[in-house]
């Protein structure tokens, strides 16, 4: 099993940066892929990024798509959310979860990450 905390969230300005964590514990994290979701006030949780277990393929959502990077330091057990040009769109708690396998199919499937982490809330003012 693998647990999982976010941290780096908080308020910014739009157009601004922010670089989220995941911090992970267990024994499977090397072989897990691991993803980023977000969720906003009233909306249903939806897929932002995603990383293989090596880091050798990623996935985005297409509203995010050149403004952020999913990235892994295995050694650290740790994955991060590099977010640029902030948008206000971009409003949301954040999650880090985890594939619970290393497959690069179905990376933006919700249903096929079973550890999550308890959310860090990013906040873009116009």
């Known amino acids: 099993q693998v647990q999982l905390v976010e941290s780096g969230g908080g308020l910014v300005q739009a157009g601004g940066s922010l670089r989220l964590s995941c911090a992970a514990s267990?024994?499977?994290?090397?072989?897990?892929?691991m993803g980023w979701f977000r969720q906003a006030p009233g909306k249903e949780r939806e897929f932002v990024a995603a990383i293989s277990s090596l880091g050798g393929s990623t996935d985005y959502a297409e509203s995010v798509k050149g403004r952020f990077t999913i990235s892994r330091d295995n050694a650290k057990n740790t994955v991060y959310l590099q977010m640029n040009s902030l948008k206000p769109e971009d409003t949301a708690v954040y999650y880090c979860?985890?594939?619970?396998?290393?497959?690069?199919?179905?990376?933006?499937?919700?249903?096929?990450?079973?550890?999550w982490g308890q959310g860090t809330q990013v906040t873009v003012s116009s």
């Open positions: 267990g024994r499977t994290f090397s072989s897990d892929a």
């Open positions: 979860a985890a594939k619970g396998r290393g497959s690069i199919w179905r990376l933006r499937d919700i249903t096929e990450y079973i550890y």
